[in-house]
């Protein structure tokens, strides 16, 4: 069971921030492609950002492109989400977890549990 640790949530105001750090407790990140996810209160999880294992072949969703910034440092084996340009419409709980990478394409399909996230709210 992959277990993952997500850090790096706060209150910011609208226009500002964040970035999100996403671990690996006791396993290589190396091999793995990567996703961010996020539950906003009463919705179901939704991918925000994929990165293949290699580091090299981020994606975003069209809604999320130009404001939310995935990265992964393989030497580090943490996975970075960067925020910018918050909106209060991104306050959710955010999560990471490994995704299945075909041909270079995130299939945004979470695999394994949930861990405990981040929570990110965007309030002034």
């Known amino acids: 069971q992959l277990q993952f640790v997500e850090s790096g949530g706060g209150l910011v105001q609208p226009g500002g921030s964040l970035r999100l750090s996403c671990a690996a407790s006791?396993?290589?990140?190396?091999?793995?492609?990567i996703g961010w996810f996020r539950q906003a209160p009463g919705k179901e999880h939704k991918g925000v950002a994929c990165?293949?294992?290699?580091?090299?072949?981020?994606q975003h969703p069209d809604s999320i492109k130009g404001r939310f910034f995935i990265s992964k440092d393989n030497a580090k084996n943490t996975v970075y989400l960067q925020m910018n340009n918050l909106k209060p419409e991104d306050t959710a709980v955010y999560y990471c977890?490994?995704?299945?990478?075909?041909?270079?394409?995130?299939?945004?399909?979470?695999?394994?549990?949930w861990g405990r996230g981040t929570q990110v709210t965007v309030s002034s």
């Open positions: 006791g396993f290589s990140l190396a091999p793995l492609g």
């Open positions: 990165v293949d294992p290699s580091g090299n072949r981020p």
């Open positions: 977890a490994s995704v299945e990478v075909l041909f270079g394409v995130c299939m945004f399909n979470p695999r394994g549990s």
